[in-house]
């Protein structure tokens, strides 16, 4: 193949679909850096705690790709939120925390949301490169939203939806 959309996908220009696709995830990734990181602070169960550590990893190898990704277009990104201050969680007033089952509702429904777009941007996309790139967040994010499930019925945090336990006898 020639002309514009030939040859190494890499040098192929990003259409604006793509601009802002990867441009979102670097801004979702960073606003989800400064809450997981407050979650920790929160958690009290160490099983959930390294749930946090790989959402954080995570967060942070995808705002390193995407603002490379975004820079080597000449694309500015989202800017970086300020780091929280360290705190323990015998500091934090009782009212005011957030509940090892809270923290793990929220992680499982922010592991839904990414599964949507990163399928989204796959869907969108005209660079392999960035198909690719969603591909992998997704796998990553379909691997830890399993372990969320897994730990959240293990330890009892699960709020199922109402389950049908009898069916209806047909006729």
Not at 66 to 78: H, K, P, R, V
């Amino acid at each position: 193949m020639t002309g514009i959309l030939g040859g190494n996908s890499k040098d192929e220009p990003m259409h604006y679909g793509e601009i802002f696709g990867v441009w979102q995830a670097s801004m979702v990734a960073k606003g989800a850096l400064s809450c997981y990181r407050a979650y920790l602070y929160h958690a009290g169960d160490n099983d959930l705690k390294k749930l946090l550590g790989a959402l954080i990893d995570q967060a942070e190898l995808e705002v390193s790709e995407c603002d490379t990704l975004l820079a080597d277009n000449g694309i500015a990104s989202a800017p970086t939120m300020p780091n929280r201050p360290e705190a323990k969680l015998e500091d934090i007033p009782v009212g005011a925390r957030f509940t090892d089952p809270e923290i793990a509702a929220k992680i499982a429904a922010d592991s839904a949301a990414g599964l949507v777009a990163c399928s989204q941007v796959m869907g969108l996309s005209i660079r392999e490169d960035i198909g690719a790139l969603f591909a992998k967040y997704h796998l990553t994010k379909a691997a830890i939203g399993v372990k969320i499930l897994n730990l959240s019925k293990k330890k009892g945090w699960l709020i199922p939806p109402p389950l049908q336990v009898k069916r209806p006898e047909s006729e």
